[in-house]
């Protein structure tokens, strides 16, 4: 089983920074896909960011130049930088991640969400 620990999440002024992190242990053989979800209260979650194995990258038009995803293969741990944070931003924000186990069964897992409040 595949676990998933987010941090970096608090409290920021607008026009402040953000280093999310998401560190997955467990069996890993690869890791696939990396993706940023947020979800306020009652809403929807959404796609904010998203890698895939090859460094391909998505972004929502929302935070596009803004925020930036990243990986880093030797530690299994997912990054989503996000600069120039506005109020709209605030969301508790979770990562997703699907790849392969060491026993060649395929994992998607999610983590447990941490919350990003930007005050104007």
């Known amino acids: 089983q595949v676990q998933l620990v987010e941090s970096g999440g608090g409290l920021v002024q607008a026009g402040g920074s953000l280093r999310l992190s998401c560190a997955a242990s467990?069996?890993?053989?690869?890791?696939?896909?990396s993706g940023w979800y947020r979800q306020a209260s009652g809403k929807t979650r959404e796609l904010v960011a998203e890698?895939?194995?090859?460094?391909?990258?998505n972004y929502a038009a929302s935070v596009k130049g803004r925020f930036t995803i990243s990986i880093d293969n030797a530690k299994n741990t997912v990054y989503l930088q996000m600069n120039s944070l506005k109020p709209e931003d605030t969301d508790k924000y979770y990562c997703?991640?699907?790849?392969?186990?060491?026993w060649g069964r395929g994992f998607d897992s999610w983590g447990q969400g941490t919350q990003v409040t930007v005050s104007s």
């Open positions: 997703n991640v699907a790849g392969t186990t060491s």
């Open positions: 467990g069996s890993i053989f690869s890791i696939d896909y």
């Open positions: 890698i895939a194995n090859g460094g391909g990258s």
